[in-house]
T-cell receptor, first 112, second 113 residues
Framework: GENVEQHPSTLSVQEGDSAVIKCTYS??????FPWYKQELGKGPQLIID?????GEKKDQRIAVTLNKTAKHFSLHITETQPEDSAVYFC???????????FGTGTRLKVLA | DAGVIQSPRHEVTEMGQEVTLRCKPI?????LFWYRQTMMRGLELLIY????????DSGMPEDRFSAKMPNASFSTLKIQPSEPRDSAVYFC???????????FGPGTRLTVT
């Protein structure tokens, strides 16, 4: 079946450094890629998304890049802060399957 | 708007009992999603509705699971009979478009003993 692989599963960075999380999808018909942040005890919250007709999107310290040929997309967080510590999930919407597949999550720890 | 509302927040039940989880989506959102989250399997989409109609239920693990959406402001996920392996956090989310921001509820933590 279709799947989304996410790496790394855990990531520790020093405050102020950058963090990069990568996802690879298998369904070539996927055309929408959201990233969610989940804090402890809460539901996931959308932080940024990208559609297949765009290669990169930025929102302040957060950016997402998409390589359709290689079928992978990445989340970039610059100037990390302790409040960025959370679990991050990538997801892909399959235009052929009409369903969302989520990555397995990355636990990001920003060390003060 | 108060956001997506789920109840109960915590549910502890014995194996074999029926469990009903409830969700109230954000008003005006046409899509409603049910997810299950476990350490082993991560976040899984169970079923989603568009305008109260189930669109894809291929993620529902077994016939013991059923979901309904009788109107635009209410949905239920029922497990009958429940088993210990159903223990998880169940999230409900709603959105205006299928490819758009989903607003998640706080989740229901289900423990089946």
């Amino acid at each position: 079946g279709e799947n989304v692989e996410q790496h790394p599963s855990t990531l520790s960075v020093q405050e102020g450094d950058s963090a990069v999380i990568k996802c690879t999808y298998s369904d070539s018909a996927s055309n929408y890629f959201p990233w969610y942040k989940q804090e402890l005890g809460k539901g996931p919250q959308l932080i940024i998304d990208i559609r297949s007709n765009v290669g990169e999107k930025k929102d302040q310290r957060i950016a997402v890049t998409l390589n359709k040929t290689a079928k992978h997309f990445s989340l970039h967080i610059t100037e990390t802060q302790p409040e960025d510590s959370a679990v991050y999930f990538c997801a892909a919407w399959g235009e052929g399957t009409y369903k969302y597949i989520f990555g397995t999550g990355t636990r990001l720890k920003v060390l003060a | 708007d108060a956001g997506v509302i789920q109840s109960p927040r915590h549910e502890v039940t014995e194996m074999g009992q029926e469990v009903t989880l409830r969700c109230k989506p954000i008003s005006g959102h046409d899509y409603l999603f049910w997810y299950r989250q476990t350490m082993m399997r991560g976040l899984e989409l169970l079923i989603y509705f568009n305008n109260n109609v189930p669109i894809d239920d291929s993620g529902m693990p077994e016939d013991r699971f059923s979901a309904k959406m009788p109107n635009a402001s209410f949905s239920t996920l029922k497990i009958q009979p429940s088993e210990p392996r159903d223990s998880a956090v169940y999230f409900c989310a709603s959105s205006q478009k299928v490819t758009g921001e989903q607003y998640f509820g706080p989740g229901t933590r289900l423990t089946v003993t």
